[in-house]
Nanobody, 124 residues
Framework: VQLQAFGGGLVQAGGSLRLSCAASGSIFPINTMGWFRQAPGKERELVAT???????KYADSVKGRFTISRDYAKNTVYLQMNSLKPEDTAVYSCAAGRSVIQSSSASASAYQYWGRGTQVTVSS
């Protein structure tokens, strides 16, 4: 499985960005796709995940501002980020997992496939 992410960039606080991540290859067993982020000097953290048949899961810090969605026909997951804050600045990485249990989907270790990160920078 290969993941290719698009959409990072520089935006002012309060602005919006949309990230997309397209999966290709042997994607049939993939049931969960999501986004993690890592800021300088910080641990990688969950942003949002989408497990088939379950409701999306979000980090508390992005609830109400970010929306994850998945287009199964295009094998693509999107992250719409609104009302961006400087503290959202990080490298955002797309992840995909096989047979992930939703209760485990917040853990990066549950994912077998990772795309190259894309930088999101929010200026104040």
């Amino acid at each position: 499985v290969q993941l290719q992410a698009f959409g990072g960039g520089l935006v002012q606080a309060g602005g919006s960005l949309r990230l997309s991540c397209a999966a290709s290859g042997s994607i049939f067993p993939i049931n969960t796709m999501g986004w993690f982020r890592q800021a300088p000097g910080k641990e990688r953290e969950l942003v949002a995940t989408f497990t088939s048949g379950s409701s999306p899961k979000y980090a508390d810090s992005v609830k109400g501002r970010f929306t994850i969605s998945r287009d199964y026909a295009k094998n693509t997951v999107y992250l719409q980020m609104n009302s961006l804050k400087p503290e959202d600045t990080a490298v955002y990485s797309c992840a995909a997992g096989r047979s992930v249990i939703q209760s485990s989907s917040a853990s990066a270790s549950a994912y077998q496939y990772w795309g190259r990160g894309t930088q999101v920078t929010v200026s104040s």
